[in-house]
């Protein structure tokens, strides 16, 4: 038996989003071309040619639907029903990092595996049609659901519960031989794969990062993978316990025996990487925050990293900037749809960012990253999938 939602509790959404989406319960509308689907900002533009691929990031992975609890008055207990003040929906997984690439203005690819059910449809509508991510690697699979997580938000922390299944075909056969691109990212999993390898060797860039392992084995086969990676970017925890080291800059020398650049990310207390074509260290601090919900934080990390390095950016500014991006999401509610866009980061500058005289110097890079002109601004996620107008 259930009880009565408590007044006010009922329906309010996780983000702030427009008047026209709020009334559809979806983001923003569908656009037509790959200007708008970047939101008006490309920081690549200066390089593309005749002759640049199609796509400048190549993602694989699972997409979850992420339903978010937030506004918990305690965490849940057993025999006990409560009621959250805010729910938002959006996809999940490797959807963090593709949207967060495709905010940032990266023309951007995924391949995965999508559900033919309801789920499945709203998260491939809201990659496709409102985040600008090209679909065209992923497959719709009869007889597989979406795998589903449900977070719930309490205290600037989450708690998960997910479900779901492998993916139905290995992503070697999914992906087959990629489509050129300057980058691909992925996270390195138990077994080996081809298309990683068969991308670098036609020139593109790969960036990885790494899950938590389950069994707490920390396999060092994990590590031999690193063979075929440009950047690595484990957190703390991840890169200790596969280093079996204790402490970060510990693990950070030991992955640098691995791999050309080494981030590890300490959470709020910000990042630490080396670069061993350069022969630098760098460590930056965490950007103080109103935290809310950290789903996601280190994807959008990863996708802010990887667009600074594509870009050609000192090893600090891409730290400086995938730490603040990273900051910025977990303003917001809802892993992927959390991931900030160019007007975000410009709002950040002018309140905030200028307005402090160490930060100032600190991000002043960002200034001349920053779109010229008025940019759109991203959406948050919606308490429902499939809500619709009233008639």
């Known amino acids: 038996m259930t009880s009565s939602p408590p007044p006010g509790a009922a329906d309010q959404q996780a983000g702030e989003t427009t008047a026209s989406a709020a009334a559809e319960g979806v983001g923003r509308p569908a656009l037509d071309d790959a200007g708008d689907r970047s939101l008006g900002h490309d920081p690549l533009g200066a390089s593309r040619g005749v002759r640049s691929p199609a796509h400048d990031v190549l993602c694989a992975g699972q997409v979850f639907l992420d339903i978010i609890f937030t506004g918990l008055p305690s965490p849940p207990a057993l025999g006990r029903e409560i009621w959250a003040e805010g729910m938002g929906s959006c ?71 997910t479900h779901g299944h492998p993916s139905p075909i290995p992503y070697d056969e999914l992906i087959g031989t990629p489509a050129p691109c300057r980058a691909v990212v992925r996270s390195l999993r138990d077994q080996p794969e081809v298309w990683p390898t068969l991308a670098r060797q036609d020139g593109a860039l790969v960036l990885a990062d790494v899950g938590w392992d389950p069994s707490e084995n920390w396999s060092a086969a994990t590590l031999q993978q690193l063979e075929e990676v440009d950047v690595f970017l484990p957190n703390a925890a991840e890169a200790m316990a596969y280093t079996r080291t204790d402490n970060p800059d510990r693990a950070l020398s030991a992955l640098a025996e691995h791999v050309q650049i080494a981030v590890v990310t300490l959470g709020s207390d910000g990042a630490i990487a080396t670069d061993q074509t350069t022969g630098e260290t760098v460590r930056v601090p965490g950007l103080a925050t109103d935290a809310l919900d950290p789903t996601g934080a280190g994807d959008v990390f990863v996708a802010a990293f990887a667009t600074g390095t594509l870009a050609g950016w000192p090893l600090e500014y891409r730290l400086r900037f995938a730490g603040l991006c990273a900051g910025l999401s977990v303003r917001h509610f809802g892993g992927s749809l959390s991931a900030p866009g160019w007007a975000d980061i410009a709002t950040w500058w002018s309140e905030t960012g200028a307005a402090d005289p160490q930060l100032g110097k600190a991000y002043g890079f960002v200034t001349d990253l920053l779109p010229a002109g008025a940019v759109k601004p991203v959406v948050r996620a919606p308490a429902t999938i499939g809500l619709r107008p009233d008639r």
């Not at 949207?99 to 595996?113: E, K, Q």
């Not at 065209?136 to 589903?148: A, D, K, L, T, Y």
């Open 91 to 161: 996809p999940g997984g490797v959807a963090n990092v593709a949207v967060a690439l495709s905010r940032l203005g990266l023309r951007t690819a995924l391949a995965a595996p999508f559900g033919a059910d309801a789920y499945g449809d709203f998260c491939w509508q809201i990659l496709e049609e409102e985040e600008g991510v090209d679909l065209s690697p992923s497959r719709r699979f009869r007889g597989w659901h979406s795998p589903v997580t449900i977070s719930m938000a309490y205290e600037r922390d989450r708690a998960l519960v």
